[in-house]
């Protein structure tokens, strides 16, 4: 028998699953990503200035070029670096999602067989009660 009384669901986070839910969530990690990308300028300068102070010889002009070439390979690598994490992260997603595929289906085939050996049983039990 189905019971008639809607399932309880667990709550949602504010917005989510919402169009407007998702466009904040795509807001928040544009704003994430552009704070990052300040902070690693802002580190990439200061080792770049900390780079050209062990140079003293250096003319202001000679130094400035070194620190924008070394801010400008800095972020490079850091950007190589990002992109390198997204894609293992996202070939990761890829084996958990496949994994994950593969576990339901063992569990509803383990469910659907215990499910048709318990019936099975049943009727066999209540077709011949003695024996």
Known sequence: M???????????????????????DRGTRQMEGYLYWQAEKARAAR???????LL????TAQADEVEHHYIHTDL????????????????V???????YHQLRTRCTVTA????????????????HPHG
């Open 112 to 127: 659907l067989t215990v499910t048709a050996v318990a019936v099975s049983t049943a009727a066999y039990t209540v077709l």
């Open 76 to 91: 490079q690598n850091t950007r190589r670096q990002l992109e390198h994490l997204r894609s293992h992260i996202t070939a």
């Open 2 to 24: 189905v019971d008639p009384r809607p399932r309880a669901r667990r709550p949602l986070p504010f917005g989510a699953g919402t169009a407007a839910g998702d466009e904040a």
């Open 56 to 59: 003293p010889w250096l003319t």
């Open 93 to 99: 997603r890829a084996q958990y999602e496949a994994r």
């Open 47 to 53: 080792a770049a200035r900390a780079f050209t102070r």
